[in-house]
């Protein structure tokens, strides 16, 4: 008491900050993630809140929508869902003959998922963080590490889960680490997030890309997709474009640079896939994405 009395008060604010620090770092780990779940626990009511009201705005700002917009939009859906089911019976065709070759190899069925959707509660596109915190938590069977997707493809893993709330750490966080493959080869690399400015599109690098790989001239870039290997994410999910190569360091292998999809930074709904003992659904490519 005798010493904080001697500190200015300007000073006495920085070493107040100073002295919790100190405390902090001696504070045993259980209390630390004690202390971390209950702040997430007292913010979720909150955030559900926030996240109601925002799609209340939203239903509002359809409602003053014109006729001839709403009839505009439900032509464009009627479009995309006949694409969709045309899809649908192809897909459920593959895993017909899938089934029956496995049964005829005498294969194991392989390990299914369930999706559980997910609304996107807060964001954090710092330089220090690149997740999401969405509204599903263990209350609702989420795992640790589970992969989460989009329309567009690979959105990130699940990093936390509490009760109501689970932190999702995005595809472009530095953090973040994928066996993929370049869509038309089996070569598998390894990818990892970039570090990305808060405003800019989202960028991560891969490693260990065949020499003889090359990249077509004026082109968009080429397709990564999820390997399946890793035991994380299933096979054939987009993750984003290669759109330069160059040689390694050691000049046996070569670097790449990849263009995430802007779509990260503007969703709302995410699905979390579920390991589920029933027979596997196969993940397939999106045919477009919202890729700059």
């Known amino acids: 008491m005798r010493l904080l009395n001697q500190i200015s008060g300007q000073a006495r604010p920085f070493f107040t ?13 259980f209390v630390k993630r004690f202390a971390r779940t209950a702040l997430f626990e007292a913010q979720a009511p909150a955030l559900v809140t926030a996240g109601k009201v925002r799609q209340l705005q939203e239903y509002w700002a359809l409602r003053s929508r014109s006729v001839n917009e709403l009839i505009a939009a439900g032509s464009d859906t009627a479009t995309a869902l006949a694409g969709y089911e045309l899809g649908v019976a192809r ?13 005829l190899l005498n294969l194991r069925p392989l390990p299914g998922w369930r999706y559980q959707h997910a609304g996107v ?13 969405i509204d599903k938590g263990s209350d609702y069977g989420i795992p640790l590490n589970a ?22 750490a995005l595809v472009g966080d530095p ?13 598998p690399v390894s990818y990892t997030g970039g570090d990305n400015p808060a405003f800019g599109p989202a960028r991560g690098t891969v490693e260990y890309l065949r020499s003889d790989l090359t990249m077509e001239a004026g082109g968009r870039g080429r397709r990564l997709l999820t390997s399946g290997k890793g035991g994380v994410f299933p096979a054939g999910l987009p993750v984003g474009l290669l759109t330069r190569v160059e040689p390694s360091a050691d000049g046996i292998f070569q670097n790449g640079e990849v263009l995430l999809p802007s779509g990260l930074s503007t969703l709302d709904n995410v699905t979390v896939l579920v390991r589920d003992p029933a027979p596997a659904v196969p993940m397939l490519p999106a045919a477009g994405g919202s890729l700059p």
């Open 17 to 29: 900050l100073g002295v919790v620090a100190l405390a902090w770092l001696v504070v045993p780990a």
């Open 91 to 103: 897909l459920e065709q593959v895993m017909d003959e899938n089934r029956r070759y496995r049964e």
């Open 121 to 133: 509660m807060t964001r954090d596109f710092s330089a220090w963080w690149q997740q999401l915190v």
């Open 147 to 168: 992969p989460v997707v989009s329309a567009d493809g690979v959105v990130g893993r699940v990093t936390e889960v509490h009760a109501h709330t689970a932190v999702v």
């Open 175 to 187: 953090g973040v680490r994928l066996s993929v493959v370049v869509e038309g080869d089996l070569w």
